[in-house]
Each structure stands twice: as structure tokens, then as C-alpha cells.
């Protein structure tokens, strides 16, 4: 395997920051700022892993542009009736798959852990993120996000962005 060079370094640090702030934002639901992680043509999916390997095209959630992130957040808190609960990620490193001038592709495992206002936790879901990113304004984005998660069914209704 070829050394890593400083600039590779740096832009795994780069990634791993953006997924950390990303799912602190998340975890600290302040879903407001979550549509800011991304460029304004974008996507959003969650898909079960049997679907996305056969390439079947239903998933849980799907947004194709930053002003339906917007509006999934607002239907969230203002139209969605679910059981409180907060959300707590565990990611592991990102696996830079490619990078180009233009693009950086990354495959990402997590684990989300819920927490009902009763303080009893669960295993929500657990998967991998498929990421496409772009840098914009100095800013690494993402112009799609993928959650490919690994169990065949998700316990509850998914109102929260994973």
C-alpha cells in the first residue's frame, strides 16, 4: 500500500470532521442546521441494504434537493406525531473509495443507538453511508448521502435524519 501523503492526511481528517459535526448536529437535534451539510442539488436516501444491492429503487426516505431537506425538518416539528427520542451516532473512519479535482467518493459504517424519553436504549439501525463530496466555498458538502441500512426493517417510523 503507498504512503499516504499530507494532503491525504489532512483530507481524512477533513472528512472525518464533517461527519462528526454532522451527526453532533443530529444527536443535538439542532435539525435545522442538517440541511447545511449539503449543496443545493442533492440527495438524500435511506436504503435498505437488500434494495441497494439489487438496485431496487424503493427506500425509506428520499429528498432530491436541499429545499426538501428543509421541508422534511419542518414536517418533523410541526406535523410528525413520534415518541420522543434522541438519536447517538457512532461512526467509524471514512474509506476514501476515489477522489478527482472535482469529487471525493466515501464509504463510512455507523451504528445509531435511540434513546426513548423513558431512558431505555436500542439499536435503531445500524449500516454504511455511500458519500459523494464536493468542496464548496473552501467546504466540504455532500451531493449525496446514501444510508444503506443492514437490518431488513427499522423498529419505528424514521422522522429523524440518520
Same mark, same amino acid.
Given at each position: 500500500?503507498?504512503?499516504?501523503?499530507?494532503?491525504d492526511?489532512?483530507?481524512?481528517?477533513?472528512?472525518?470532521?464533517l461527519?462528526?459535526?454532522?451527526?453532533?448536529?443530529?444527536?443535538?437535534?439542532?435539525?435545522?442546521?442538517?440541511?447545511?451539510?449539503?449543496?443545493e442539488?442533492?440527495?438524500y436516501k435511506?436504503?435498505?441494504?437488500?434494495n441497494y444491492?439489487?438496485?431496487?429503487?424503493?427506500?425509506?426516505?428520499?429528498?432530491?434537493s436541499?429545499?426538501?431537506? &428543509?421541508?422534511?425538518? &419542518?414536517?418533523l416539528r410541526?406535523?410528525?406525531?413520534?415518541?420522543?427520542?434522541?438519536?447517538?451516532h457512532?461512526i467509524?473512519?471514512p474509506?476514501?473509495?476515489?477522489?478527482?479535482d472535482?469529487?471525493?467518493t466515501?464509504?463510512t459504517?455507523?451504528?445509531?443507538?435511540s434513546?426513548l424519553?423513558?431512558?431505555?436504549?436500542? #439499536?435503531?439501525?445500524a449500516?454504511?453511508?455511500?458519500?459523494?463530496l464536493?468542496? #464548496?466555498?473552501?467546504?466540504?458538502?455532500?451531493?449525496?448521502?446514501? &444510508?444503506?441500512f443492514d437490518?431488513?426493517? #427499522?423498529?419505528?417510523?424514521i &422522522?429523524?435524519?440518520?
Amino acid at each position: 500500500m503507498p504512503m499516504k501523503t499530507e494532503s491525504d492526511v489532512w483530507l481524512e481528517t477533513e472528512i472525518s470532521s464533517l461527519f462528526s459535526r454532522y451527526a453532533a448536529c443530529i444527536d443535538g437535534d439542532r435539525l435545522e442546521e442538517w440541511p447545511e451539510f449539503f449543496v443545493e442539488q442533492c440527495c438524500y436516501k435511506i436504503q435498505s441494504r437488500e434494495n441497494y444491492d439489487r438496485k431496487l429503487p424503493i427506500s425509506a426516505m428520499e429528498c432530491d434537493s436541499k429545499n426538501m431537506l &428543509v421541508d422534511r425538518i &419542518v414536517s418533523l416539528r410541526e406535523a410528525n406525531i413520534f415518541a420522543e427520542h434522541m438519536y447517538r451516532h457512532i461512526i467509524s473512519i471514512p474509506l476514501i473509495l476515489s477522489k478527482s479535482d472535482n469529487e471525493i467518493t466515501t464509504q463510512t459504517n455507523y451504528l445509531v443507538i435511540s434513546t426513548l424519553q423513558s431512558g431505555i436504549s436500542h #439499536i435503531f439501525s445500524a449500516g454504511r453511508y455511500q458519500d459523494r463530496l464536493v468542496r #464548496i466555498d473552501g467546504q466540504l458538502k455532500f451531493v449525496e448521502r446514501i &444510508v444503506i441500512f443492514d437490518t431488513n426493517s #427499522i423498529r419505528t417510523q424514521i &422522522v429523524t435524519p440518520i
